[in-house]
């Protein structure tokens, strides 16, 4: 049996995090010394953007997505207990948490570990999202993984050549 949901709330839930993302981009970007972690957290911030646009389009173009009522089930626990992670935590939040942040390698852990958080929720909600959206959402999580990439190996970097 399948239910029909409303694309808002996963969708929503989905643009909140590239929300979070981008204030705690932008936030580490305005405050830093480093030339180095400007350009890259400017670059990542507009990537949330991107993503948030993308997932705007997907709830006009898909207002209800019809989804096995079981596997709802599961996706709705897992969406719900990963939203209440700490990295899922809205804009206000993820602008105090960089406004604690002092060391620039703290500043790229905590990246990481969102985008991590971030790429764990989007394959579940690749689940829920209709065929013809999934190729979009398939790109997000595509790029959600070279967040993760350029942020360790920026890390490594940054480790052996503070700016």
């Known amino acids: ?22 204030a705690y981009y932008q936030t580490i970007a305005s405050s830093t ?9 400017d670059h990542l911030a507009g990537e949330e953007e991107r993503h948030y646009r993308t997932f705007e389009k997907l709830a006009r173009e898909y207002p209800e997505l019809e989804v096995d009522a079981e596997e709802w089930e ?14 899922f935590i ?3 939040k993820a602008i105090r948490l960089a406004g604690t942040v002092k060391e620039p390698l703290k500043a790229i852990d905590i990246a990481i570990d969102f985008e991590k958080d971030t790429l764990l929720f989007f394959y ?18 595509e790029e959600e993984k070279r967040h993760v990439l350029l942020l360790s ?3 490594k970097r940054f480790a052996a050549h503070p700016d």
Do not use: H
């Open 33 to 41: 010394d480093s030339r180095y972690l400007k350009e890259l957290f």
């Open 153 to 155: 190996d920026r890390r």
């Open 74 to 87: 599961q996706t709705s626990a897992y969406l719900k207990a990963t939203s209440d992670s700490r990295f």
């Open 1 to 22: 049996m399948s239910i029909l949901l409303s694309s808002a709330e996963i969708f929503g839930l989905a643009k909140e995090i590239e929300k979070s993302g981008q």
């Open 124 to 141: 579940e909600l690749l689940n829920v999202t209709p065929a013809k959206a999934r190729e979009a959402a398939k790109a997000i999580v």
């Open 90 to 92: 809205g804009e206000d």
